[in-house]
């Protein structure tokens, strides 16, 4: 009998290894720093056997078949899980890249050394902010919270059964609307002077207006977003609630 529960344990725990693994694999927080494999491999191992050590483990006996099925339906927990935080944090990604585009900044870019691909430059920093407003604010220790209740209400190796697309959908929009909302005050100011420059070059023809609207352009929308950045308090903490918000049917 002992020797069940032991396995039922070892079982419980490589589920829960494999729900967690998937989940840090995709949340922004943890890649901004890119850690070898096997650094990650024994952190989603710890977390895991210490979140099944405080929640319990559940009775499993699970042929191999399923098994894999039970493999297969926590990476796809985990991943859901993940989903939330991964479009929350786009709402800073969309926003800077809109701003790039508008500002003048579309032309050149950063190479992102955690993904090696081109990442917009007021994106970068919108990103890097909002991750350090999350961590000062107990966001790490709400989502190991999170990942806890997430087992103990739908154990390793049960299966969880997803809502429907317009679970998805609705979290997908409420994101674009506030990184619309985000990037509003500068795209405001700069179609002001989009304006202001159309009159300038139908008054004079002779002036090269594309070429001496771009300093202006990154000039204002510079100081429109030191100036607003600090009024943006409400956007991140509903971007970081609408987290929360999505994982309530995980609970």
Known sequence: MNIEVAESSVIAVFLAFVRIGAFL????????????????????????????????????????SGL????????????????????????????????????GFGVAGLIDPTTQVQSPLIGTVLNLLAAVVFILAGGISAIFRSLA?????????????????EWFIAHAGLIFTLSVALAAPVLLAIFLLDILMAFAGRTMPQMNVFIISIPF?????????????VSAQPIFRKVFNAVFEFWEPFF
């Open 25 to 64: 694999l995709f949340v922004p927080v943890f890649n901004f720093v890119r850690l070898p494999v096997m650094i990650r491999v024994f952190f989603s191992l710890t977390m895991a056997l210490f979140l099944m050590l405080n929640v319990g483990f559940p009775t499993l006996e699970l042929a191999p």
């Open 149 to 165: 209740l997430s087992l103990e209400k739908v154990p390793p190796g049960q299966p969880f059964s997803l809502q429907n697309a």
């Open 68 to 103: 894999i099925s039970a493999i297969g339906s926590e990476v796809i927990n985990g991943s859901a899980m993940a989903f939330g935080m991964l479009a929350a944090f786009a709402v800073f990604h969309f926003a800077g890249r809109v701003l790039d585009f508008q500002m």
């Open 217 to 229: 352009k990154i000039t204002l929308g510079m100081v429109v977003i030191a100036t607003t950045i």
